[in-house]
């Protein structure tokens, strides 16, 4: 009897999952089954997954072939360090997510909810089998399983028909995706072509393709794990399928599912092709910028919250892959301690980001349930109302916007000072362009704190700008609780970056070779060297609380002590009301002058003269209209002119078939 | 010896299945392909077990049992029924007129014998000189299923293309494995009873049995 490993443990996990989904679709009429007992065994397993990914961490890997699969090529499973990294992402978030999910889908009939059950499980359990599978074709059956998965997800409202378009647009650029991910295993295949083990990775990692070939392949990669991060020119499913999708969905998506994208793109361009050269992490700094300034802009002019929240996701993830694009750079310069410390910092944010972006999307959920309302333009003061959930909610803001001392700013941190170190590289155009990559992810850092603010200030301060508002009911405790353990995640990730970035190394020095050098103590991270620059963040926290008590008491008790309240001249705003404040439209209004060339704004002003003003405004994505709506017109026109072969008289499909067939008779006989 | 004498019967038996493939052709009226289909079955099973009985391939009398009762008795009588309810018995309008398309027959003879020409000379039988024959009468089969608008036409049209192809299972290699034929048979004679259904909610819906009306039904 050989020991049970780690990986079977994680293996037992996705059957456990497995088997949930399947229980679920028994408990069609028992409403109160799937949430109070399928759901929490979920968390269960979700937790278990967090521990398994974190032993893993420090174990050698393991592999497991299963006796299921192709004739000659059964599942290869392995577990390692980089797998366990992104199974401990998914099992923290998921566990977090399906606490709240237990509270948000009460209201839910017993038959939908056991449909959305199944689909929810076999989500986990495919995004599961992605970060295991070990050979192409178990990857691709999991990566399918998922997107088909997350596909039924989004679609779970199928009845309203945007939601339906929504869903679609996802499928397909899933698909497409998924398509040139097939193309790069088929390049990427092993020495011996002819036999099917030739997919499995470890024959993909003894194999060394030829430059041009392994550029093919990450290009290829490139394309169709972007599809799925959500890379511009591929992003454009995000904003509508975010929305479109359940809260608990959205999030899981955003946090998770996006970092599977990751993962693979790590795997296979540091893993399994191995020696990347510098123009790679080039192409890719360049497109994960653009994504990340495309992002935060758009997401600046949203006024629908989850909208806004997906563009985030862009933004976020165009961060992730600069720095996976400087990691390459560093990694192919020979700079090894600079590319561990934007690995470190990629890997970093990754989990920063499944932890904010999940507890946000959550928080907007019970946004939703309590109002009914997405539009920001029709919320406000909602801190008065649902104050667990605003304050929580404003850990998370603060956490994305990149304020120490939260997570957020400990990974930009991280990256930004790989900007800042970097020595001369080889290539002098890139160490000319690098300055202005580390402006740009500046930029987008400082404008992510605007869309912040905007976004919570709108929802949460000022006035309701709805009577309606003042019902708003705070949420269950299930939610409450869920949000409570994604804003503590993101607050000790805030506190302890030294310990995580220890935990961090076996990942690291798995893909690279080589561990970021932390010249600091458990108080304080010092990458590189502690003459360089160094984060305490306990110590920041300390002097923050402290500065911030004291002149909260200072003022309270020393200058409010000897002034007279009294009422002034009001100051021209004798009457102030909902309206007057600043809406989501006007704060955003700077950010769509100032970068009007990313976007076609159409707008509907009134004229001053008019009874009843009408104000329409809309921002629209220029990819979407230059890129895609081009390539349906060109797909809308081929079908239209291969439907004029349908005649709908069986003669003329007769005639068809008896064409082809005298055509290949002759074509045979010659 | 005894077997040239029988290859001349089934070479003298393809012939007729080909002329009765023409005659088909020609044929307007529907009750009088019905009988040339079983004639054309009669032929088929015929020389299916002179075959068999001059190579002592015995599968092939089971083959030929199978046609007779399937082809010739069965499939013959349902259809006699069929247009006895449906009360459809009138002239076959052919979309083409008939002297064109016996030329079109003629080409497609020709082009059937010069495609079976290598293959024949290939194969190891002593009925490999029928192949010609046996391509030419599923070729002549489609070439009806195309020039017929009327549904019962073209389901005989179907049938008879799927003697020929037995036929040149037979001339080409003796025939197909006895499971092959027996599942082929079956298929045949659940798709007889299928669309004879089919006819039924044909007619009742366009209240004809022409399929031009079911024009009707295309995407727009």
Redesign the interface.
């Known amino acids: 009897m050989p020991e049970t490993t780690l990986l079977d443990w994680a293996w037992a996990v996705v059957l456990y999952w497995l088997g949930l989904a399947a229980a679920s679709l028994a408990l069609q009429t028992q409403a109160g089954l799937t949430r109070w007992v399928v759901f929490p065994l979920g968390i269960l397993g979700a937790a278990a997954m967090a521990v398994l990914g974190a032993l893993a961490l420090a174990s050698p890997p393991t592999q497991f072939i299963l006796p299921i699969g192709l004739p000659e090529l059964p599942f290869h499973l392995r577990l390692d360090a980089l797998s366990g990294f992104f199974l401990i992402l998914l099992g923290v978030a998921s566990s977090g997510v399906g606490i709240y999910a237990i509270g948000y889908f009460r209201h839910m009939a017993a038959g939908p909810l056991a449909v959305l059950s199944l689909w929810y499980h076999l989500f986990l359990a495919g995004m599961a089998l992605v970060l295991l599978a070990d050979d192409a074709y178990a990857f691709m059956v999991a990566w399918e399983l998922m997107a088909l998965a997350s596909y039924f997800l989004v679609t779970t409202d199928h009845k309203i028909p945007d939601i339906r378009r929504a869903g679609f647009l996802y499928l397909l650029i899933a698909h497409v995706g998924a398509v040139a991910l097939l193309l790069a295993f088929g390049v990427l295949h092993g020495s011996d072509p002819a036999r099917m083990a030739a997919y499995s990775f470890d024959a993909m990692r003894e194999n060394t393709l030829n430059p041009a070939w392994a550029s093919v392949t990450f290009l290829l990669a490139l394309f169709g794990f972007g599809a799925k991060a959500g890379l511009v020119p591929l992003h454009v499913w995000l904003p509508e399928a975010h929305p479109a999708a359940p809260s608990p969905v959205s999030a899981l998506m955003s946090g998770v599912m996006l970092k599977t994208a990751i993962y693979g793109l790590l795997r296979v361009s540091l893993d399994l092709i191995g020696a990347p050269p510098a123009w790679w992490g080039t192409v890719a700094l360049s497109l994960g910028l653009v994504t990340a300034l495309y992002g935060v802009i758009f997401a600046a002019v949203q006024s629908d919250m989850k909208r806004l929240l997906a563009w985030s996701s862009i933004e976020n993830i165009g961060f992730i892959i600069a720095a996976f694009g400087l990691t390459l750079i560093f990694h192919a310069d020979g700079k090894g301690a600079l590319a561990a410390l934007t690995l470190t910092a990629l890997l970093y944010h990754a989990l920063n980001h499944a932890l904010f972006k999940s507890l946000l999307f959550v928080g907007t959920g019970s946004v939703l349930h309590a109002t009914g309302e997405r539009r920001m333009g029709r919320l406000g003061g909602l801190i008065r109302f649902m104050p667990w959930t605003a304050w929580l909610m404003l850990l998370g803001a603060l956490a994305i916007a990149g304020l120490p001392p939260l997570n957020g700013f400990v990974s930009e941190w991280l990256l930004l000072q790989a900007f800042l170190l970097t020595p001369g590289l080889t290539q002098p155009y890139l160490n000319m362009a690098i300055p202005v990559a580390a402006a740009v992810v500046v930029l987008a850092a400082a404008l992510a704190a605007y869309v912040m603010v905007k976004f919570y200030g709108v929802i949460f301060l000022g006035q309701p700008r709805d009577p309606e508002l003042n019902e708003a009911h705070e949420a269950g405790w299930p939610e409450r609780l869920s949000m409570l353990g994604l804003a503590a995640g993101c607050v000790v990730l805030g506190l302890v970056p030294s310990q995580m970035i220890g935990w961090l190394n076996p990942v690291v020095e798995a893909l690279l070779q080589q561990t970021l050098p932390n010249d600091g103590n458990w108080l304080m991270v010092a990458p590189l060297s502690a003459q360089r620059a160094s984060y305490a963040p306990l110590v920041f926290l300390a002097v923050v609380s402290a500065i911030t008590l004291l002149v909260f008491f200072g003022v309270k008790y020393v200058y409010h002590g000897r002034v007279r309240r009294a009422a002034p001249w009001d100051c021209g705003y004798p009457e102030l009301d909902a309206r007057m404040q600043d809406s989501a439209e006007g704060f955003g209004q700077p950010i769509r002058l100032i970068f009007s060339a990313f976007m076609r704004v159409e707008r509907i002003t009134p004229d001053p003269f008019d009874r009843q003003p009408q104000y329409r405004g809309d921002s629209r994505d220029k990819v979407w209209l230059w890129l895609y709506q081009p390539i349906a017109a060109a797909a809308a026109w081929l079908s239209a002119q291969a439907?004029r072969l349908?005649?709908?008289?069986?003669?003329w499909y007769?005639?068809y078939s008896?064409a082809t067939?005298?055509f290949l008779?002759v074509f045979?006989?010659r | 010896m005894s077997l040239t004498y029988h290859l001349q019967v089934v070479n003298l038996l393809a012939a007729l299945l080909l002329l009765i493939a023409f005659a088909m052709l020609s044929q307007r009226r529907i009750v009088g392909l019905i009988t040339l289909f079983a004639w054309q079955g009669a032929a088929l099973a015929t020389s299916t077990a002179i075959v068999a009985w001059s190579t002592g391939q015995h599968h092939l009398y089971y083959s030929a049992a199978l046609t007779l009762g399937l082809k010739v008795v069965l499939v013959p009588w349902y259809f006699f029924r069929l247009i006895r309810q449906l009360d459809v018995d009138r002239e076959v309008e052919p979309?083409i007129n008939i002297p064109t398309t016996m030329l079109i027959g003629i080409i497609l003879v020709i082009?059937a014998f010069?495609?079976a020409l290598?293959i024949s000379q290939m194969a190891g039988t002593v009925t490999r000189s029928t192949l010609g024959i046996a391509l030419a009468s599923v070729?002549l089969a489609?070439?009806m299923?195309?020039?017929r608008?009327k549904a019962i036409p073209?389901v005989i049209g179907f049938l008879a293309m799927e003697n020929g192809l037995f036929f040149a299972a037979t001339s080409a290699t003796y025939g197909m494995p006895l499971v092959v034929e027996l599942g082929v048979a079956l298929d045949v004679l659940v798709a007889v009873f299928v669309l004879g259904i089919f006819f039924f909610h044909i007619r009742e819906t366009f209240d004809s049995m022409d399929?031009?009306h079911?024009?009707?039904?295309?995407?727009k």
């Open positions: 439907s349908q005649h709908g008289r069986i003669q007769l005639i008896f067939l005298i008779l045979v006989t | 979309m082009f010069n495609l290598p070729l489609f070439l299923m195309i020039t608008s073209q399929l031009k079911m024009e009707r039904l295309r995407e």
